[in-house]
């Protein structure tokens, strides 16, 4: 598949089918997971595929406690969110069937091995993720070159210690991501919905006009 039409077409993926995902699929899209760059090239991303009925039940309950919060303030209209009720919708199917999702990948991250150079500014530090998310794009994007759907969810987030605590990840390691996977109940997007290019490109000082096409 050519690499712009992966990028172009790897949409979020919130209706699944209950096919297995096989681990011959998977250790595809892992092996190529791990060519994203990374600070130092100390490769700090670990991955824990979570196939266990129990366990996806759990953190299903987990992400609902976030959603509910969520999807009622947008609802409300009183948090942003990019999109028509109709995708507000599918997310909220997609919560309410996490645990029916066939795999769900926790992506881990050993925390000394991130190279953080912004963690004194009085603004949230994002490089140490830099080191971790370009991994993760990849990972999305094999996934989608082999016909995998896949969601990126960050919710989860917010109940490490209990995420950690029910997967055994270590201390000294964070968890940055929880990925849904199988293959797509519905049709791949042709294209995404982006903001065009000009507005967010500009030639030598922020604000200039773009570059030319
Ligand atoms: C950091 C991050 C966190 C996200 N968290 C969630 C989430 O918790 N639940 C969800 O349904 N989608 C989540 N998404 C998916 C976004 O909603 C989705 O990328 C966005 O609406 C654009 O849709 P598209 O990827 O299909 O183009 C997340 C995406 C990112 C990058």
């Given at each position: 598949m050519d690499l712009v039409e992966a990028i172009e077409s790897a949409g979020t993926c919130r209706f699944y089918k209950s096919d297995p995902v096989p681990d011959s699929v998977l250790s595809k899209a892992f092996d190529a997971a791990r060519f994203g760059p990374q600070g130092g090239n100390r490769q700090p991303v670990r991955w824990v595929v979570v196939r266990d009925p129990a366990t996806k039940t759990q953190l299903k309950l987990w992400y609902l406690q976030p959603w509910r919060a969520y999807i009622a303030n947008a609802r409300k209209g009183a948090i942003s969110f990019s999109g028509a009720s109709r995708l507000l919708d599918a997310a909220d199917h997609f919560a309410n069937h996490l645990?029916?999702?066939?795999a769900i990948v926790v992506v881990c991250a050993e925390i000394a091995s991130l190279h953080v150079t912004?963690?004194?500014?009085?603004r949230p530090s994002v490089v140490g993720g830099a080191s971790i998310y370009p991994s993760v794009q990849n990972f999305l994007l094999a996934c989608r070159a082999l016909g995998l759907g896949t969601a990126l969810t960050t919710?989860?987030?917010?109940f490490e210690p209990q995420v950690k605590d029910l997967l055994s990840i270590p201390a000294g390691f964070l968890t940055a991501a929880h990925i849904a996977i199988g293959y797509p109940a519905r049709p791949f997007p042709k294209k995404l919905q982006r903001h065009p290019v000009e507005g967010m490109v500009f030639a030598?000082?922020?604000?200039?006009p773009p570059i030319a096409k």
């Open positions: 645990d029916e999702v066939p912004d963690p004194d500014f009085d919710l989860l987030c917010a030598e000082k922020f604000g200039t």
